[in-house]
């Protein structure tokens, strides 16, 4: 798939959530596929599913019309070190699996500048909670409900697929208990927040998250998805280049070592030379080639 076909996808089904139907003519294959995307997907956009700090924290909802009954369900979040970013920048993080045939959420949460930390990991949690309670309505198979994200949103996949009840952060959102997801996939995320506040991986997005919260080093243990390690996780598949400026690569490297010391099904895809997303196409190919593997491997089918 050339760069110019993903492009064209995102922006078919840019206007879908718009509610514009494009005139196209003479398409290529792929635009041709992006076409059906019109007829394939119905899309719900700007949902509230939670309100906090006078902020409504909203999801987009992408949901397969041709098929009924429940679908598997990817939720991705945004990243930028959760002090910015956007659901809207991830649109082209969607089309794989929009090709998989899977219903998609796309979740917004509190930045810093709403909320400190933990709000995001909070958010994040009440977001799984949502789907959990809004599956019937939306066609959303609880027991194949997969979450991902890049960078922060990396991290808040992990700690929303890791993290316990018992921890008490899902507690803004009472009612329906947390679902367990079928499966993490991390896109070169932060695992120890504690090493990014300081010494030799201090980064700047890491402290404005903390800023100078009176208990920020216990803030950062209760959300890092290193304290959450345990046997009984769902399989996580951890990506990330060696050469990663932003997130050190070690921290994948932790986890991982971490989950199979803890008898938790994982594996790292490692870039050579990759820096912090940016993968050239070639590599991309690689690592959905081995994410359709690790689904099917883990019974959530795969393409």
Request: include cysteine; proline fraction near 7%.
């Amino acid at each position: 798939m050339t760069r110019g076909n993903v492009v064209f996808k995102a922006l078919v089904v840019t206007l879908l959530a718009a509610g514009i139907q494009p005139a196209l003519a003479q398409l290529s294959p792929p635009a041709t596929w992006a076409t059906h995307a019109l007829n394939e997907y119905q899309v719900i956009p700007n949902v509230t599913y939670l309100v906090a700090s006078n902020y409504e924290a909203k999801l987009d909802i992408y949901k397969r019309r041709d098929t009924t009954g429940p679908r598997p369900t990817l939720i991705f979040l945004h990243g930028g070190g959760w002090v910015q970013g956007s659901k809207e920048q991830s649109l082209m993080s969607l089309m794989p699996w929009f090709e998989m045939g899977w219903n998609v959420v796309n979740v917004e949460y509190r930045l810093g500048r709403v909320a400190l930390a933990p709000a995001a990991v909070e958010d994040s949690l009440c977001a799984l909670k949502f789907v959990a309670a809004q599956a019937k309505t939306y066609d959303l198979d609880t027991n194949r409900l997969v979450v991902s994200g890049e960078s922060a949103g990396g991290h808040l996949a992990l700690t929303t697929g890791m993290i316990p009840e018992s921890a008490g952060l899902d507690r803004q959102c009472p009612g329906a208990p947390l679902p367990k997801v079928a499966a993490i996939i991390d896109w070169y995320g932060i695992t120890d927040v504690a090493d990014l506040l300081d010494g030799a991986n201090r980064k700047t997005y890491a402290v404005q998250w903390l800023a100078s919260l009176p208990n920020r080093e216990e803030i950062a243990r209760r959300v890092s998805p290193l304290t959450y390690v345990r046997p009984g996780l769902p399989p996580v598949l951890a990506i990330q280049g060696d050469a990663d400026p932003t997130v050190p690569y070690q921290h994948s490297i932790r986890l991982t070592e971490g989950l199979s010391k803890a008898g938790v099904p994982n594996q790292l895809v490692t870039i050579p030379g990759g820096k912090h997303g940016g993968f050239t196409p070639e590599e991309r190919t690689k690592i959905y080639l081995t994410i359709s593997e690790f689904l099917s491997k883990n019974g959530l089918g795969g393409t």
